[in-house]
């Protein structure tokens, strides 16, 4: 006999659709718009909770506080000029943003500096480990949320689809070979690299679709 509660978060194989879902990318609803905007906002507190954890950050907060502390920045505002940035690489692989991939840009940032200002640094390992778990369930819920609405990509993930469109090289492979440079390029910056990064590498994909699958049994209901 099955387990009710191991049931309810088992993993999700793709993309469900939910009373949310778009039609397009710029398909706009104050219910889609809210649930995309909470989404992001779960995303970035995520981030910022494995930034504070100071055992290790996600590859792409590992190249924003090497860029961060080498300018003299805000990671709000070094994530936001990543993010643009990358955002600029869509144009010649032909890639179109939507209104959640705008969203993402200025949202994503937002609540990393709000979670960087909130959550104290941690010294303590234990401490630290426990936010790199919650930290990496609220990127796995926020990521289901705001991809179900369907409003585009963000710029990292459309940058990955677009490059396996182009390329026909596995997305996996693609995935790894851009977090992969991000990592590196970040921890030759200063960025903070260990044990956190290695259990965001591991758990993220399994949080995503434990939330992905959530959300498809809440909204079946």
Not at 2 to 17: C, D, G, Q
Not at 81 to 94: A, E, F, N, Q, R
Not at 142 to 166: E, F, Q, V, W
Request: glycine share 14%; proline share 5%; with cysteine.
């Amino acid at each position: 006999m099955s387990n009710p509660f191991l049931e309810f978060l088992r993993p999700h194989k793709t993309v469900p659709t939910t009373p949310w879902t778009a039609n397009s990318r710029w398909d706009l609803a104050p219910v889609r718009t809210v649930v995309l905007f909470v989404g992001l906002f779960i995303f970035g507190l995520g981030d910022s909770l494995l930034i504070q954890s100071e055992i290790g950050n996600a590859p792409w907060s590992v190249l924003a506080q090497g860029i961060a502390n080498r300018l003299d920045i805000t990671m709000g505002w070094s994530t936001f000029g990543i993010s643009s940035l990358v955002l600029l690489l869509w144009i010649p692989l032909k890639e179109k943003p939507g209104f959640g991939t705008l969203s993402n840009i200025a949202l994503i940032a937002i609540a990393i500096q709000v979670g960087v200002t909130i959550f104290p640094t941690q010294d303590s390992f234990g401490v630290g480990i426990l936010y790199c778990l919650v930290g990496i369930a609220m990127v796995g819920i926020g990521s289901s949320l705001y991809i179900t609405c369907g409003l585009g990509p963000g710029p990292r993930d459309g940058l990955m689809t677009a490059l396996h469109n182009k390329s026909g090289i596995r997305i996996g492979r693609v995935r790894l070979g851009i977090e992969g440079t991000v990592l590196i390029a970040g921890w030759l910056l200063g960025g903070t690299v260990g044990l956190g990064t290695l259990m965001f590498a591991t758990l993220i994909g399994q949080s995503i679709a434990i939330s992905l699958g959530v959300v498809s049994r809440i909204t079946a209901k």
